[in-house]
């Protein structure tokens, strides 16, 4: 069973920056997409950026033009570059793959780590 791990959560100022990355314990193959999430106390997870396997990527109104999602295939790495954080930033992010083997879809989940944006 492929484990996602993220890493990079901490706290920031606002203004700031952070780089999330999510490791897998094994190279993962048929892979569909690749995604972070989000979830702020109190609220739905939500989408923040997402990048098929093709290199197309989409991200969140809200986070548009300050992160940016990529991948290191070779590392197995996904990660996340957030630039210009904002207190409304201020949630518990989550790394997630979605698999393909034929006909049948696989979803992987990290345990998320923790952003803090605040002075």
């Known amino acids: 069973q492929v484990q996602l791990v993220e890493s990079g959560g901490g706290l920031v100022q606002p203004g700031g920056s952070l780089r999330l990355s999510c490791a897998a314990s094994?190279?993962?193959?048929?892979?569909?997409?690749m995604a972070w999430y989000r979830q702020a106390p109190g609220k739905q997870r939500e989408l923040v950026a997402a990048m098929t396997s093709g290199g197309s990527t989409n991200y969140a109104e809200s986070v548009k033009g300050r992160f940016t999602i990529s991948r290191d295939n070779a590392k197995n790495l996904v990660y996340l570059q957030m630039n210009s954080l904002k207190p409304e930033d201020t949630a518990d992010y989550y790394c997630?793959?979605?698999?393909?083997?034929?006909?049948?879809?696989?979803?992987?989940w990290g345990r998320g780590t923790q952003v803090t944006v605040s002075s």
């Open positions: 997630k793959v979605d698999r393909r083997d034929g006909t049948v879809m696989y979803y992987y």
């Open positions: 094994a190279r993962i193959f048929g892979i569909n997409a």
